[in-house]
C-alpha cells in the first residue's frame, strides 16, 4: 500500500510518501496551508492522485494541552474523505521532537533542522501507520 502522509501545520504541510512493500519512506518538499481547510485537503486529494497514494495518513495531535489543533486536524480529515481520497488518522505526538532530534544527531544546523521537521515529521506518522497495521 502506498500512502502520503501529512503534518499539518497552520504554518507549514509537512509531506511524506511511502509503501509497505517494501518499507521505504521519503519526506517531501513541505506544503504552504492556505488557510481554508477545504482548499487545503483538495490540495492533499490532488497530490495524493500525483503519488499514486491509495490514502493520506494525517497526523493527529492526541496529547497536545491545547485540543485547538486536535479538532482542526480532525476536520481536515473530514474534507478530505469528502473528496473521495481515504484517510487513516494516526497520534502525531512528538514526532516533531524526534524529527528534529534525527537532524540534530546528523549535525544540522538550527535553520536547516527547522526547515526539514514537517517532512521528517511526516514521514515519521507513515511509519507509525505501518507499524500499527503490522500488529
Known amino acids: 500500500m502506498r500512502v502520503l502522509g501529512v503534518d499539518f501545520g497552520s504554518k507549514k504541510i509537512g509531506i511524506a510518501v511511502g509503501g509497505d512493500d517494501p518499507m521505504i519512506v521519503t519526506a517531501q518538499p513541505n506544503l504552504v496551508p492556505s ?3 477545504k482548499i487545503d485537503a483538495i490540495a492533499l486529494s490532488e497530490l495524493a492522485k500525483k503519488w499514486e497514494a491509495e490514502a493520506i495518513v494525517l497526523g493527529i495531535p492526541v ?6 489543533m486536535q479538532r ?11 473528496t ?3 484517510v487513516f488518522e494516526v497520534d502525531e505526538t512528538l514526532t516533531s521532537v524526534e524529527a528534529d532530534e534525527v537532524w540534530r544527531g546528523e549535525g ?4 536547516t533542522r527547522k526547515r526539514l521537521r514537517d517532512g521528517e515529521a511526516a514521514r515519521i506518522i507513515v511509519e507509525r501507520f505501518f507499524a500499527q497495521r503490522q500488529s
Open 35 to 37: 488557510g481554508t481547510l
Open 84 to 86: 473521495g481520497t481515504e
Open 108 to 111: 544540522y544546523s538550527v535553520a
Open 72 to 82: 482542526i486536524c480532525g476536520l481536515l480529515a473530514e474534507r478530505i474523505r469528502e
Open 63 to 68: 496529547n497536545e494541552a491545547d485540543p485547538k
